[in-house]
């Protein structure tokens, strides 16, 4: 299987994870019960992923709270929230022993009424009441004065065992989605102003929220004792081209109401070309390898890259090239072309480039960890 395949499947989990049809958490718990009924995929592409629980040998499980990340900032924040918490999980609940299903103890109604605003009544027009775990609106409406809303999305993966021929839920993965900004509208269809919210600050709330959470979580049927994961995403604001980050995590173990000890995270994902004033080997690699590249061709629309730190240490770069093609020809040579100066970008990570078009993906370029060698493929 070529690795162009492989990342398509991935995505094509992620693009199912965004999407449920609004069971009650008591409906999810009860289909633990089901004898028989579920099957998981017999191929595990590599030990990054999980095998997949399915129904009748062949029905995805969508989650409950279907397309609810959809009202994230963007679709980087999006698929950083998701892959992001598949990664984390792999600590508490290795592959090799686990499998996944997507979220079914919380309904998107769930999930809406926690995300809402506090209230001391129930409000229909904008989901804020009692279960709300954002703080309440205190009539302010200046960025510097206003309580803003902390709480962006909560997402739910669940970790299953095989017994016998059965499965049953052996662990549970909630991020929480946190705003780095909080925007918002002084008036109904007036302009837009947002809250910029510091890192304490809403790793603070989140944690005190994912405590709350557990709690909630704990009185659910079937989730007495079940380990659950507890990770806090930053997500970064709309105008950037990278995904969030997760920055804390904690377990939940032996029925506790509440979260562990906190474990944090450090990751960062930086845009290349970008005006900071910060400059690293890895910077001034792209640089020169954009410049090559863009001799090649002068409609080149763009070369950005993606960036990934993990502990001040650069893990991954995602590249990405948009230009305009008139000939198969021209493709094939573009492609062996920016195989040539693949050699110019930092070396022993996993690197991965697209070269896009306006009628889609024209080709690709992959190497993997302590690799020299790409692997690529032109698109027909």
Not at 163 to 184: C, H, W
Not at 214 to 240: C, H, W, Y
Not at 334 to 350: E, M, R, Y
């Amino acid at each position: 299987m070529n690795r162009k395949l492989m990342v398509l499947l991935a995505m094509c989990v992620v693009a199912l994870a965004a999407c449920g049809n609004g069971a009650t958490p008591n409906e999810a718990s009860k289909s633990e019960s089901s004898k028989g009924t579920e099957k998981t995929t017999k191929t595990q592409l590599s030990t990054d992923y999980y095998r997949t629980v399915m129904k009748n040998d062949k029905e995805y499980q969508t989650s409950k709270s279907r397309g609810i990340s959809l009202s994230l900032n963007s679709g980087y924040n999006m698929k950083a929230f998701e892959t992001g918490l598949i990664s984390l999980s792999q600590e508490p609940f290795p592959t090799d022993s686990y499998y996944f299903r997507e979220g079914q103890m919380l309904d998107s109604g769930t999930i809406k009424s926690w995300i809402a605003r506090q209230a001391a009544e129930e409000d229909p027009n904008s989901n804020n009441g009692p279960n709300g775990l954002n703080p309440a609106d205190n009539g302010q409406v200046e960025p510097d004065t206003r309580a803003p809303r902390y709480l962006a999305q909560i997402l739910e993966q669940n970790y299953m065992v095989k017994e016998g021929d059965d499965f049953k839920l052996a662990g549970v993965s909630i991020g929480l989605a946190m705003n780095s900004v909080d925007y918002y509208q002084k008036v109904l269809y007036g302009a837009e102003f947002k809250t910029e919210i510091s890192r304490a600050d809403l790793e603070a709330q989140g944690k005190a929220m994912a405590n709350e959470i557990i709690a909630r979580m704990r009185k659910m049927e079937g989730m007495g004792n079940v380990p659950i994961m507890v990770s806090l995403f930053e997500q970064s604001p709309r105008d950037t081209l990278a995904g969030g980050v997760y920055f804390a995590s904690a377990v939940s173990k032996d029925g506790s109401t509440t979260v562990g000890d906190w474990t944090a995270i450090n990751e960062k994902k930086v845009i290349f070309p970008n005006n900071e004033d910060d400059s690293n080997e890895e910077k001034s690699k792209f640089a020169d390898f954009k410049s090559s590249v863009q001799e090649f061709f002068p409609n080149l629309s763009g070369v950005t890259a993606e960036a990934y730190y993990k502990d001040d240490v650069l893990t991954k770069m995602t590249v990405n090239i948009t230009t305009q093609f008139y000939g198969a020809s021209e493709i094939i040579a573009f492609t062996q072309f920016v195989a040539d100066k693949t050699n110019l970008l930092p070396s022993g990570i996993p690197i991965e480039i697209s070269i896009n078009s306006m009628q889609g993906m024209e080709a690709f370029l992959s190497r993997e960890p302590n690799s020299n060698e790409f692997k690529y493929h032109v698109f027909d």
